[in-house]
């Protein structure tokens, strides 16, 4: 796993450092660690990691700003940080987890589970997905998002009023982030249960659902009977 | 209207101190002339209708005004008499002045059957030839007069009022004319006799009930001053209530008790002096009520102007009280000028009592009415709405009193929140934590400087001001813990800090807060606190080193900088200031605080 940690106190900053060496042990393919967002990301642009560690209090920074830069990149983001207070409005922003400070070697290594866990739902806390556009982040409410189709190490929002948002993360990592609404429909497809009309089954092992709005979309063989048992609550 | 017919005759003996009766000018010119004759010496058969007083010199004649000239005659000068002819048919109308808006009007065909005669001297009146009245006992030496009193009204017998003319005639003496003046003046006027009674017993009415309401502010102070707040502007309106009264108790004096006419003489002089103290505790209570800079001065200047009308004024003396009035009313309106300028709390009213005033002194130019109990009553206007506007600033700081108490208390929450606040608490402890499992014995220093912190700050938080020694500790000992935390060298510097001196507290530790968030400082640079003690209260100018931060900035009113203002706020209300700017060598905060008293401004 690569990692990137923000923190600007060095003695925090330093016993991160050892428990992610400590709880990732040999997972630990890449450590980094930065005070500021700003010193992270030129490192981050050059370096691809799964997951930040990211402290909300950087010294005289907007942390809401920092958050909402945060998880609209490609990587999870798990908040470390003393103001608890925020911890649900970051999960609403869609990040992975909320480590309070003071924080054990413990605490630290249930955030990292949910990074390495198959699909590891954070919960259903997340209310927007910032997206970037035109150099500027804008949050798009996830009650307007209709499914989301996976485009490589990007991920395509669909939202009801038929405009499509990219976002950085891949389909996976939102699969994380998203609430249980959202169902895994296709490697390639993330629905929202609630927009779907009808599930469809052709000849020749071919599956498809179809959404309210009209629109079909491919339903993965190894997904249509579990899928088709969750609508019918069978 | 009275409508008492009466001849009205100014006996104008000297630039003397005889008040007029109010309002009991002629309406229009005597018709036919009436001629007034005088004589010194003294023989009764001068009393006599028929007597020849031809070679009389005259004195004063109605000749077509309403007040005749008269000739100059010599007070204390010895037995005199003055006689002069009346035909009813030829009696002038007569309006009471101010007095007619007040007082029902006499019966139609009243008949005209006395003489009303206020004067400073005794007498002996006849009325053809016939005593009808005397007031005191005349004599030709100051131990042979005895005086009469001030005011009488003497009832004509029916017998004597068949068709005219009539020859009046009045031996007097004033030996004990006590005025400075050589001379004297007396007003005879006729009417009925039983409206004039009713007339005079009315007058003392609207002084009393001036004097009633006055004493009733008094009193009002005085509970207020007892009960509810120990400022000394309840105190001074207290005594100008009091004073007023006292001044409205003079003027009704006159008709309240017969006073021997060389009363007189001191009842002004009390009234002069009254009036002197009412001005100066009108300017004194105007200075401290609106907190006037230079107060000794204002109040010097209040003396000087009563000197100088006392001693540069008319010789009347009714007339220097006026002008009394006049000038302290005028000089009242400076301090009152600068607090409008100043936009003083509750100024308008107390302005436009002191112009209603001014008006009102303005607009009396017959200076013998002047005294009209109706004038000044006004001065009872002004008493009230001085207590009115009193009574709002107590009402107004009573609430800001309350409002500090509040704030006292959410500054102390405040501050106990600095004790907990979760970003400097929880990182320290994660900070903590780091240190007791990798260097125990650091650990243990680490905790001992974060307890006296949290020490220092709870010893403080329930105090509004603490000395400025303890402050420097508690931010000496807050650059410790970061130092700790951050492995940055921090450091305080005071300059000139008297370290006696009273700061609210973690005023600066605020600052060093503040600074540690927003300004970008190079390793071992140091906060920088220049303390200068001033005349009226001091001086600081606090220095955060380092750049600014380039995302933050410095939000204009950011928490820290709340706190600050509040605590300043708290302890010098309104006068104190703070400014703050970047300079080459960081972020600098000037605060500066007066220890003057309330509503100076800073």
């Known amino acids: ?234 | 209207m009275m409508r008492a017919r009466c001849l009205s005759f100014l006996a104008l003996l000297g630039a003397g101190a005889l008040p007029a009766a109010a309002g009991d000018a002629p309406a229009e010119a005597i018709e036919p002339r009436v001629e007034f004759r005088f004589k010194l010496g003294d023989d009764p058969r001068w009393s006599a209708r028929d007597w020849d007083d031809s070679d009389w010199p005259v004195i004063g004649t109605t000749d077509g005004r309403p007040r005749p000239r008269l000739e100059v005659l010599p007070a204390r000068a010895g037995v005199f008499w003055m006689r002069y002819r009346v035909e009813r048919s030829t009696l002038p109308g007569y309006h009471p002045g101010v007095a007619s808006y007040l007082w029902p009007r006499d019966e139609p065909g009243a008949p005209i059957n006395s003489i009303f005669l206020p004067g400073t001297l005794s007498y002996e009146l006849y009325w053809d030839g016939r005593l009808i009245g005397r007031a005191g006992v005349v004599g030709n030496s100051r131990e042979t007069e005895i005086p009469g009193p001030l005011d009488n009204t003497m009832l004509i017998p029916e017998e004597l009022l068949g068709p005219g003319p009539h020859v009046v005639a009045m031996r007097a003496s004033n030996y004990h004319y006590n005025f400075p003046a050589d001379r004297v003046w007396v007003n005879l006027t006729m009417g009925n006799y039983t409206s004039r009674l009713k007339y005079e017993a009315r007058r003392p009415i609207i002084p009393m009930v001036g004097a009633s309401c006055s004493l009733l502010v008094a009193v009002i102070c005085a509970s207020l001053f007892w009960f509810v707040d120990r400022r000394q502007e309840l105190v001074i309106c207290g005594l100008l209530g009091f004073m007023t009264a006292l001044f409205f108790t003079l003027i009704a004096w006159r008709w309240l008790h017969q006073d021997p006419y060389p009363w007189l003489y001191y009842r002004y002089g009390a009234m002069l002096g009254t009036m002197a103290v009412m001005g100066y505790l009108m300017v004194w209570l105007l200075a401290r009520q609106f907190a006037i800079p230079h107060r000794a001065m204002w109040l010097l200047g209040a003396v000087v102007v009563v000197v100088v009308v006392w001693l540069a004024g008319p010789s009347f003396q009714q007339t220097r009280i006026v002008w009394l009035a006049r000038a302290m009313l005028a000089y009242a309106l400076l301090p009152l000028a600068w607090a409008a300028w100043q936009r003083r709390a509750g100024v308008w009213p107390a302005l436009a009592g002191v112009l209603i005033g001014l008006g009102s002194v303005q607009q009396a130019e017959d200076m013998r009415t002047i005294l009209a109990p109706t004038f000044f009553l006004f001065f009872g206007a002004l008493v009230v709405l001085l207590l009115g506007t009193l009574g709002w600033q107590i009402q107004a700081d009573r609430r800001q009193a309350r409002e500090a108490k509040l704030t006292a208390a959410r500054m102390e929450i405040e501050l106990l929140k600095k004790n907990l606040q979760p970003h400097f608490l929880l990182n320290t402890l994660t900070a903590v934590s780091e240190v007791i499992e990798q260097d125990p014995k650091g650990a243990v220093n680490f905790i001992d400087d974060l307890s006296d912190e949290f020490r220092s700050l709870a010893q403080m938080s329930g105090e509004r001001l603490v000395p400025l020694q303890r402050e420097l500790e508690l931010c000496r000992t807050h650059l410790k813990v970061i130092a700790r935390r951050t492995g940055r060298r921090l450091d305080l510097q005071a300059i000139g800090a008297e370290e006696s001196a009273l700061v609210p507290p973690a005023l600066f530790l605020t600052l060093i807060e503040n600074g540690l968030v927003y300004q970008q400082a190079d390793d071992g640079a140091a906060f920088r606190l220049t303390a200068r003690t001033a005349a009226d209260g001091m001086n600081f100018s606090f220095l955060s080193p380092g750049r600014l931060r380039p995302l933050a900035g410095r939000p204009p009113g950011g928490t820290g900088l709340r706190y600050v203002k509040a605590r300043l706020e708290e302890s010098f209300p309104g006068r104190w200031t703070l400014t703050q700017g970047e300079v080459a060598q960081g972020w600098e905060t000037i605060i500066r605080w007066q220890s003057g008293p309330r509503g100076a401004t800073a």
């Open chain 1, 1 to 234: 796993m690569k990692v990137a940690l923000i923190e600007d106190e060095p003695l925090v900053a330093r016993r991160l450092e050892r428990f992610c060496r400590e709880v990732l042990g040999a997972g630990l393919e890449k450590l980094h660690a930065a005070t500021s967002f700003d010193q992270a990301s030129a490192w981050l642009a050059e370096n691809p990691v799964d997951v930040v560690l990211l402290d909300l209090n950087l010294d005289g920074q907007d942390g809401m700003e920092l958050l909402k830069r945060s998880v609209a990149s490609s990587f999870h983001t798990i908040i470390v940080s003393a103001n608890t207070d925020r911890a649900l409005e970051a999960f609403e922003f869609g990040v992975l987890d909320f480590v309070p400070k003071p924080f054990t070697r413990d605490r630290l290594a249930q955030a990292f589970a949910r990074v390495r866990g198959p699909v590891a739902r954070s919960g259903s806390a997340t209310r927007n997905l910032a997206v970037r556009k035109a150099g500027r982040i804008e949050l798009v409410a996830v009650d307007q998002v209709l499914f989301v189709q996976g485009a490589g190490n990007y991920s395509e929002l669909v939202l009801a009023d038929g405009r499509r948002e990219l976002h950085d993360k891949t389909l996976e990592k939102l699969e994380a982030l998203l609430p249980e609404g959202f169902e895994r429909t296709h490697k390639s497809y993330l629905v929202r249960r609630d927009a779907i009309k009808a599930l469809h089954a052709s000849e020749g092992s071919h599956y498809e659902l179809e959404l309210k709005n009209g629109t079909c979309l491919p339903v993965g063989r190894t997904r249509y009977k579990e899928l088709r048992e969750r609508l019918t609550g069978e």
